[in-house]
């Protein structure tokens, strides 16, 4: 999770950050000094990092301790570690973010809060396409849990508690270092074995179709979709707050 602290994103999105004065990184786990992936934001004075655990209703309000904020949730739990551990995956998951949506709704300012979601809120298949009208009917604990957020999401900025977008994110490839948890880690294993010379077996069939995205797009949409005006998300994703993010 990231929160932001004083003002707008504006200038992230179109050069230079000037205008963000703090941003607190919290997850469970820090990266060790010296060992960032991005050296830079390590070395930014305005970055603290926090190591706490979002299923603790304290933690929410302890990242949360100003008005002036915007956040980005993306902690959570993967889908083949929430099939082995649902109740911390709901703890995790659908608890961690009621905490911080709470918390957000009784600051003063309606703070913005931006969610990741994922495919994973519908059944899946390799013949599903995913329109409006398609009923969401989740198949794994994970799933379920990004569900409920969003629909808790929805509903709190329905009521004006909290100004929130949710991303469903398709799979972010590839990724750095160890396989996680996610049952979709396939998608980036079958790249990123073969280029230290570790032979792979890919676990899914070579004629099933799935959406996947590189981080930078990731990073540059949320963050687009956090600059968004309220007018602009309602007018292009309707009442639902909830953008698929599949592209750069
Ligand atoms: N990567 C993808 O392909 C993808 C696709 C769809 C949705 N998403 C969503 O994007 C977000 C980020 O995913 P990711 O791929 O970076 O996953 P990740 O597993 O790399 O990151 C999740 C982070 O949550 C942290 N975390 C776990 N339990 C915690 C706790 N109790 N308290 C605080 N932090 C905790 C972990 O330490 C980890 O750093 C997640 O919400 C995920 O559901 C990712």
């Known amino acids: 999770m990231v929160a932001l602290g004083s003002g707008k994103l504006t200038s992230c999105v179109s050069g230079p ?15 060790p000094a010296g060992q960032w992936v991005c050296p830079d934001v390590e070395a930014d004075a305005r970055v603290s990092v926090v190591t706490c655990d979002i299923g603790d209703p304290a933690t929410a309000t302890m990242l949360v301790d100003q008005d002036d904020i915007s956040v980005f949730h993306l902690s959570a739990i993967m ?8 109740d911390l995956c709901y703890r995790v998951n659908f608890d961690g973010t009621r905490a911080l949506l709470e918390t957000c709704r009784h600051r003063a300012t309606c ?3 931006i969610i990741t979601t994922a495919g994973a809120t519908f059944s899946g298949g390799a013949e599903m396409v995913v329109t409006d009208e398609l009923r969401s009917v989740p198949a794994t604990t994970y799933g379920t849990s990004k569900r409920m957020c969003e629909l808790l999401l929805n509903d709190y900025t329905r009521k004006g508690w909290v100004d929130g977008r ?5 799979s972010v490839i590839v990724r750095a270092g160890a396989p996680n948890a996610a049952t ?8 990123r074995e073969p280029l230290s010379g570790v032979d792979i077996e890919l676990p899914i069939a070579d004629d099933v179709s799935h ?22 998300v309602r007018e292009t994703i309707s009442l639902f707050w909830i953008c698929s993010i599949v592209n750069p």
């Open 166 to 170: 949710a991303g469903r994110l398709s």
């Open 79 to 86: 889908s083949g570690q929430g099939e082995e551990d649902p």
């Open 111 to 113: 703070p913005r809060v």
């Open 211 to 232: 959406a996947v995205c590189g981080h930078r797009g990731v990073v540059r949409n949320l963050l687009l979709l956090h600059e968004a005006s309220a007018e602009q």
């Open 17 to 31: 950050g000037t205008d963000v004065t703090s941003v607190v990184l919290a997850d469970i786990s820090a990266p």
């Open 184 to 191: 979709t880690g396939a998608y980036s294993s079958v790249v």
